[in-house]
Protein backbone atom coordinates (compact mmCIF):
# COMPACT_ATOMS: atom_id res chain seq x y z
CA UNK A 1 0.00 0.00 0.00
CA UNK A 2 1.27 3.36 -0.61
CA UNK A 3 1.99 5.87 2.18
CA UNK A 4 -1.06 8.71 2.33
CA UNK A 5 -0.19 12.48 1.10
CA UNK A 6 -2.21 14.56 3.17
CA UNK A 7 -4.43 14.69 6.25
CA UNK A 8 -8.37 13.10 5.76
CA UNK A 9 -11.41 14.78 6.54
CA UNK A 10 -11.61 13.69 9.82
CA UNK A 11 -8.29 15.30 11.01
CA UNK A 12 -9.16 18.28 9.55
CA UNK A 13 -12.24 19.16 10.96
CA UNK A 14 -11.00 18.11 14.32
CA UNK A 15 -8.32 20.71 13.93
CA UNK A 16 -10.21 23.38 12.98
CA UNK A 17 -12.69 22.38 16.11
CA UNK A 18 -10.52 22.79 18.46
CA UNK A 19 -8.90 26.23 16.62
CA UNK A 20 -12.60 27.44 16.63
CA UNK A 21 -13.18 26.42 20.65
CA UNK A 22 -9.75 28.07 21.57
CA UNK A 23 -11.13 31.13 19.50
CA UNK A 24 -14.67 30.99 21.21
CA UNK A 25 -12.68 31.81 24.84
CA UNK A 26 -10.03 33.99 23.39
CA UNK A 27 -12.41 36.71 21.66
CA UNK A 28 -14.60 37.96 24.53
CA UNK A 29 -11.20 38.41 26.73
CA UNK A 30 -9.97 40.16 24.10
CA UNK A 31 -13.21 42.47 23.79
CA UNK A 32 -13.32 42.94 27.74
CA UNK A 33 -9.42 44.29 27.39
CA UNK A 34 -10.25 46.79 24.58
CA UNK A 35 -13.32 48.50 26.46
CA UNK A 36 -10.75 48.88 28.86
CA UNK A 37 -8.32 50.24 27.15
CA UNK A 38 -10.79 53.06 25.78
CA UNK A 39 -11.89 53.75 29.25
CA UNK A 40 -8.13 54.31 29.93
CA UNK A 41 -8.42 56.74 26.98
CA UNK A 42 -11.05 58.90 28.54
CA UNK A 43 -9.49 58.65 31.74
CA UNK A 44 -6.67 60.34 29.94
CA UNK A 45 -8.67 62.50 28.02
CA UNK A 46 -10.29 64.09 31.27
CA UNK A 47 -6.72 64.37 32.88
CA UNK A 48 -5.63 66.63 29.82
CA UNK A 49 -8.71 68.22 30.35
CA UNK A 50 -8.34 68.91 33.86
CA UNK A 51 -4.70 70.62 32.81
CA UNK A 52 -5.66 72.36 30.17
CA UNK A 53 -8.81 74.39 32.52
CA UNK A 54 -6.77 74.98 35.33
CA UNK A 55 -4.62 76.74 32.69
CA UNK A 56 -7.13 78.41 31.19
CA UNK A 57 -8.47 79.32 34.56
CA UNK A 58 -5.06 81.10 35.85
CA UNK A 59 -5.37 83.58 32.50
CA UNK A 60 -8.87 84.48 32.60
CA UNK A 61 -10.21 83.60 36.08
CA UNK A 62 -12.85 81.78 35.00
CA UNK A 63 -13.41 77.77 33.76
CA UNK A 64 -14.37 77.37 30.03
CA UNK A 65 -17.43 75.57 28.94
CA UNK A 66 -16.19 74.13 25.96
CA UNK A 67 -13.21 72.21 24.24
CA UNK A 68 -12.49 74.53 21.57
CA UNK A 69 -11.38 77.33 23.58
CA UNK A 70 -8.98 75.22 25.70
CA UNK A 71 -5.25 74.16 24.63
CA UNK A 72 -6.25 70.54 24.28
CA UNK A 73 -6.06 67.06 22.34
CA UNK A 74 -9.08 65.02 22.34
CA UNK A 75 -8.33 61.38 21.33
CA UNK A 76 -10.36 59.80 18.27
CA UNK A 77 -14.09 58.91 19.03
CA UNK A 78 -14.01 60.28 22.23
CA UNK A 79 -16.23 63.62 23.05
CA UNK A 80 -16.15 65.35 26.29
CA UNK A 81 -18.77 67.62 27.23
CA UNK A 82 -18.39 70.63 30.22
CA UNK A 83 -20.80 72.16 32.12
CA UNK A 84 -20.88 74.61 34.46
CA UNK A 85 -22.90 76.18 37.08
CA UNK A 86 -20.70 78.99 38.12
CA UNK A 87 -17.87 79.64 35.68
CA UNK A 88 -15.66 80.69 38.07
CA UNK A 89 -16.43 78.41 40.73
CA UNK A 90 -16.04 74.95 38.74
CA UNK A 91 -17.11 72.56 36.02
CA UNK A 92 -18.41 68.98 35.35
CA UNK A 93 -16.54 66.98 32.23
CA UNK A 94 -18.52 63.65 30.85
CA UNK A 95 -15.91 61.86 28.80
CA UNK A 96 -18.25 59.15 26.12
CA UNK A 97 -16.24 57.19 23.50
CA UNK A 98 -18.22 55.98 20.42
CA UNK A 99 -16.68 51.74 20.35
CA UNK A 100 -18.22 52.12 24.21
CA UNK A 101 -21.42 52.55 24.17
CA UNK A 102 -23.25 53.00 27.77
CA UNK A 103 -19.86 54.03 29.53
CA UNK A 104 -19.23 57.29 30.27
CA UNK A 105 -15.93 59.14 32.85
CA UNK A 106 -16.65 61.87 34.76
CA UNK A 107 -14.67 64.81 36.74
CA UNK A 108 -15.84 67.78 38.52
CA UNK A 109 -13.45 70.65 40.14
CA UNK A 110 -14.47 73.75 42.27
CA UNK A 111 -17.48 73.79 44.20
CA UNK A 112 -19.36 71.59 41.52
CA UNK A 113 -17.22 68.58 42.60
CA UNK A 114 -18.78 67.78 45.89
CA UNK A 115 -19.56 65.61 47.44
CA UNK A 116 -16.63 63.27 45.82
CA UNK A 117 -12.84 64.61 45.75
CA UNK A 118 -11.64 67.41 43.62
CA UNK A 119 -10.47 66.34 40.11
CA UNK A 120 -10.96 62.15 40.85
CA UNK A 121 -12.28 60.51 37.92
CA UNK A 122 -15.44 58.16 37.90
CA UNK A 123 -16.44 55.93 35.07
CA UNK A 124 -19.39 53.82 35.13
CA UNK A 125 -22.62 53.16 33.54
CA UNK A 126 -24.21 55.85 31.43
CA UNK A 127 -26.86 58.17 33.23
CA UNK A 128 -24.62 58.02 36.82
CA UNK A 129 -27.95 57.61 38.41
CA UNK A 130 -28.31 55.81 41.69
CA UNK A 131 -27.61 52.05 40.42
CA UNK A 132 -24.71 50.42 38.98
CA UNK A 133 -21.27 50.45 40.10
CA UNK A 134 -18.87 52.68 39.27
CA UNK A 135 -14.75 53.05 39.24
CA UNK A 136 -13.14 55.57 40.88
CA UNK A 137 -9.42 56.67 40.00
CA UNK A 138 -7.62 59.55 40.56
CA UNK A 139 -5.35 61.29 37.97
CA UNK A 140 -2.84 63.26 39.39
Not at 8 to 27: G, K, N, Q
Request: charged share 15%.
Amino acid sequence: MKPRKGFTIVELLTVMLLISALSAMAVPRFRQYKARALIATMQSDLGNLKIAQESYWAEHLRYATDTASLELRISANVAISITSKDVSGGYTAIATHHNVPNQQCQTAMGREAAPREPGAVLCGPTGGGGGGSTVQTSIP
